[in-house]
């Protein structure tokens, strides 16, 4: 009865806000997807794993947003070497509502990579409005994809034998994050379980002083629990810490490297479904595809709207 309330008064604040923003999308028109240079992964024959990740989708249940998200997933199933997992890291929808995550899913349902392991992190945008209700929703739908039960916002899953630890909120809060202890320590023992191997740790928002904070955003990192986070991150090798949330594009500050001799680095995502604010790549349907080598990791940044890399955004990253 309760989930059911919450979700219609969450359906009416979305009605009013999509009329809103349906004007905003009126004259914008579609984005034209080109299949004349599809993703070719560096070595295909010796790829151990392969995937790709999304920040803020920010799904509306309007006419432009699925368009421009059913091309980034269409780009993904024209790559010319299957993936193996799909990352979505957090703000899937810009209100939470059901009607935009079922235009999320059905999305998903219609494509291959859909069929392959989907991970779903919960952002502040998607939790903002009725958190547990919300969050209950989201996990419910990883856990489906994933073929396994997720009681808690946090969960991890291996992708042929490489770690993804997804993390969030423990509790409500408008733009950040409460990283609980029982939390961290499931992140800590994860990554143990990792051995080094290279692992994946998923987080909606950046940590703090890192891709440009507080300059680029005054409140935009993960909150009080970034220090107690990126120690643990530290204590661990070949450590990948994967964020959206700053809509800050593809620049210079992409990249932090924590500690290049244990390689312990944090990857900010541009945003997918917005327009970005800094450097040469601004452009909406912006994303990341991961390749795993016996020696090494590479991450490529592409625009999967429109089906083509960004140049010179190839980062490799030697495995210790």
Avoid at 40 to 65: E, G, I, S, Y
Avoid at 122 to 151: S, V, W
Wanted: aromatic share 12%; charged share 25%.
């Amino acid at each position: 009865m309760l989930a059911s309330l919450l979700g219609s008064v969450i359906q009416v604040i979305t009605n009013i806000l999509t009329i809103i923003f349906a004007f905003t999308n009126l004259f914008g028109g579609t984005v034209q997807l080109s299949t004349e240079n599809p993703i070719k992964l560096v070595d295909p024959d010796n790829c151990k794993m392969a995937f790709v990740a999304f920040a803020d989708t920010h799904l509306r249940d309007t006419a432009f947003q699925p368009h421009l998200f059913a091309n980034g997933l269409a780009d993904i199933d024209n790559a010319e070497t299957a993936f193996d997992a799909l990352v979505i890291a957090g703000d899937i929808s810009e209100f939470g509502d059901g009607p935009s995550y079922d235009v999320t899913w059905a999305a998903l349902d219609n494509s291959e990579i859909g069929k392959k392991a989907v991970l779903l992190a919960t952002g502040n945008h998607d939790i903002r409005l009725a958190y547990e209700y919300q969050t209950e929703l989201i996990m419910d739908k990883a856990g489906e994809y994933l073929g396994m039960e997720i009681d808690k916002p946090y969960y991890s899953y291996e992708v042929k034998g490489y770690k993804f630890i997804v993390m969030g909120s423990d509790e409500w809060q408008f733009e950040k994050a409460r990283i609980s202890d029982e939390q961290l320590a499931f992140i800590d023992a994860e990554l143990t379980e990792a051995n080094g191997e290279p692992a994946f740790v998923i987080c909606h928002q950046p940590l703090a002083n890192t891709h440009g904070l507080p300059e680029v955003w005054k409140n935009g990192d993960l909150g009080e629990d970034s220090e107690a986070v990126k120690a643990v991150l530290m204590k661990h090798e070949n450590v990948f810490y994967i964020n959206g949330h700053l809509h800050d594009g593809v620049y210079e500050k992409s990249l932090e490297v924590f500690d290049a001799e244990k390689g312990v680095y944090s990857i900010n995502l541009p945003a997918f479904g917005k327009d970005n604010d800094y450097g040469k790549f601004t452009q909406t349907g912006l994303g990341t595809y991961v390749e795993v080598y016996e020696d090494s990791v590479v991450f490529t940044a592409r625009d999967f709207a429109r089906g083509e890399n960004l140049e010179g955004c190839t980062y490799t990253f030697d495995i210790k």
